[in-house]
């Protein structure tokens, strides 16, 4: 689906990190399921999304999905650095990029921008299956769609490649960091987010 150039303009603006991918194609369409995903929730604008919503700190913890987004592609960006400079390890920096830059663009459905409801993305789908939809039906690589569907410590599927094992660790580092510099107390508070038996119980 052809998007205009002034939609494409202010997605880049938005992702900076998407002029380091260096296929036309995928960077085209990591931009295209941002637009088309914008169209399928009720936000007016991606700067009206907040990372969270409805969570129990979100008043006072809380920052704008597209911080978020460029938080945790800056950090998986660092990560890949070492992954290849000290540890040797191949990184496909296009595959982790438009990962990276997608992992939560399911935000733009999961609520409703004006009564602040629950969809039933939210409610019937785990979080990061419609980004998977997304990425498949504008035709990015399976690569990609695998980083958006295993992100969380809730998804059934792991990840698999290194490219998911950093977006995923990039996600959780960045919102502790924020947790963290916000507020340490909050970590260990009953209302922040818990391991237990690997899955995370939120607070009440
Ligand atoms: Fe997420
Ligand atoms: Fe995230």
Redesign the pocket.
Known sequence: MAISEVDKKHVESLFPALNEIKDFSIREKVITVWVEGLKDGNYDKIEDIAWMERQPWSNKYTWSLIDHTNQVTSCALAIAKFAKEVMAIEVNMDILIAGACL??VD?TVLCDAKTKERTDWYKKLP??TYSAYMALKYELPLDVAHILVS??AFSAKRQQTVEALIVHMA?YITADLRNLKEGVDFMFTAQAPHYFDGVIKLGT
Do not use: A, R, S
Request: glycine fraction near 12%.
């Open positions: 992992h939560d935000k979080h990061g992100h969380t996600d």
